[in-house]
């Protein structure tokens, strides 16, 4: 999409915008908007420009606070990341980072390996809402092997710092992380009957005060180490200067902008990953490679085509995610359209407003009555298991419902991008959206093919679910490299 405005303007609007003086918050919201109408990374570089020139008037809470929005808008448009916005955004991540290290500098200092408490880990995570979350369940089951295979004591804390709105100013299309008001008094959270004790932290970080209090009682319990769930988490990365800390990422195809010394990737590193932590000053050891292990919710029921209301005859397609409405992009319903013409349909599990289907039905008139929007439901499995293909759009997420697919014996189509590429291997990809209309035609007429790449599907699935040796061998490596640092 674009905002009409011919480049050479668009340059010098921006040039006058960032000399002028006009109140930082409006020329915040104007950037904002012409990132979301551009999805044009020189427009991205410009406004995290304006931020890092603007850092003293805009203070510290709004910095971060625009460090989440943008990352955010970074994850959702993968056009937005080049090494330029990588690295610009991880230097005001860096800077936010500093300002709380300087107002907590007495805190921060390193306790000594024979000091720490070699039976207690820490585990550190942004967000905790929900089992139907990706991200929640990835902590969860994380605690669950630390204390069941490895015998440790743990504690989750939820420093309920993902995409917060403390220092907010007008951004067009803010997105908010979800809060569980309910989690906020709990002492303990209980999951696939594992029992693990849980702190929540009030939903206005990062406070200083806060995370004082935090820090000295870091500093009081001495874990032998800290495991932290996702990027930019300012507890984290503090922490991390006191207690070795390794970081976890939740986009498992790519390296994030952590703060934290130590992270993990599930897929060698390439040369454009090594420019990247060149930039950011770190060697290519703070990287430890390994399986990003996943955990689903048992099925508990079986459901009918007919209960549903789908057709019993078209071959389905089951599209997964929580950001499908920007994800299932015009280009994308052009393939999908054609793919109809051969009988294909599409179930839709996740948040797809009406709206966005009355649009796509009216771009696409032979689309009426073959896409099957179902919300979110609880029991993935019992919707997937009525489908025969999974498919992925060009996106970064759906790391888990690819996982959940397989296991179930569905093939997954999807390009060599993001982290279902990661999380299904080589076997099943494919170029882009064109060859991969040629591949549901395979899939739709050749039995043998199918049924091979089903039995694979499976398999590769079962490797993925043994979340607790991945996971073991990589706590290993982080240590050993920790202990010789």
């Known amino acids: 999409m674009s905002s ?44 995290l420009d304006y931020c890092w020139s603007h850092r003293d008037e805009i203070g510290i809470d709004t910095l971060n606070y625009l460090y989440g929005q943008i990352s955010h808008i970074m994850f959702v448009f993968s056009e937005l990341n080049t090494f330029d916005t990588t690295v610009k955004a991880g230097r005001i991540l860096d800077y936010v980072i500093s300002f709380f290290e300087s107002e907590l500098s007495d805190l921060i200092r390193p306790i000594p390996k024979e000091e720490r408490n070699q039976d207690f880990v820490l585990v550190l995570t942004n967000q905790f809402i929900s089992f ?32 917060t709105l403390r220092g907010y100013v007008p951004f067009w299309d803010c997105y908010c992380g979800s809060y569980d008001e309910k989690l906020l008094n709990a002492e303990r959270i209980e999951w696939k009957s594992c029992v693990i004790p849980y702190f929540q932290c009030d939903n206005n970080m990062p406070d200083v005060d806060e995370i004082r209090i935090l820090l000295s009682a870091i500093r009081s319990q001495k874990p032998a180490y800290i495991i932290s769930i996702g990027s930019g988490n300012v507890v984290a990365a503090l922490a991390s200067k006191i ?64 209960e549903l209301g789908l057709p019993a005859e078209s071959w389905l397609a089951v599209l997964v995610g929580g950001r499908l409405n920007r994800e299932l992009d015009e280009t994308f319903w052009n393939m999908a359209d054609k793919a109809a013409l051969l009988g294909m349909e599409y179930v839709i599990l996740g948040q797809y407003d009406q709206s966005d289907l009355d649009a796509v039905v009216k771009a696409h008139p032979s689309l009426f009555g073959k896409i099957h929007p179902m919300g979110i439901v609880q029991d993935v499995l019992s919707y997937m298991e009525l489908c025969d293909l999974y498919i992925n759009p060009i996106r970064r997420g759906g790391g ?78 982080f240590l050993a490299r920790a202990d010789s640092e």
């Open 4 to 47: 009409g405005i011919p480049s050479a303007d668009r340059e010098e609007l921006f040039v006058k915008l960032a000399q002028s003086t006009v109140k930082f918050e409006a020329a915040i919201y104007f950037y904002s908007i012409a990132v979301h109408a551009e999805h044009s990374a020189d427009v991205l570089e410009s406004l």
């Open 132 to 163: 139907l979350h990706g991200p929640t369940k990835t902590a969860a089951d994380r605690c669950k092997i630390l204390m069941e295979n490895m015998n440790k004591n743990v504690l989750l804390m939820n420093t309920a710092e993902l995409l």
């Open 243 to 306: 207690i070795p800390a390794l970081c976890v990422g939740l986009v498992p195809s790519t390296l994030g902008i952590t703060g934290v010394y130590y992270q993990t990737l599930s897929r060698s590193l390439n040369d454009y990953d090594k420019k990247i932590l060149q930039a950011f000053g770190r060697p290519e050891s703070s990287v430890i490679i390994g399986t990003f292990g996943s955990s689903i919710l048992p099925q508990k029921n079986h459901l009918t085509r007919e």
């Open 400 to 477: 888990t419902s690819c996982v959940e697919a397989m296991s179930i014996g569905i093939p997954v189509l999807t390009t060599d991008f993001g982290d279902v590429a990661v999380n299904v291997g080589e076997q099943f990809h494919t170029d882009s959206y064109e060859t991969m209309l040629e591949l549901i035609q395979r899939y739709m007429t050749d039995v043998d093919f199918y049924q091979k790449q089903s039995q694979a599907a499976k398999e590769r699935s079962a490797k993925l679910l043994n979340a607790e040796e991945a996971f073991i061998s990589i706590v290993t490596d």
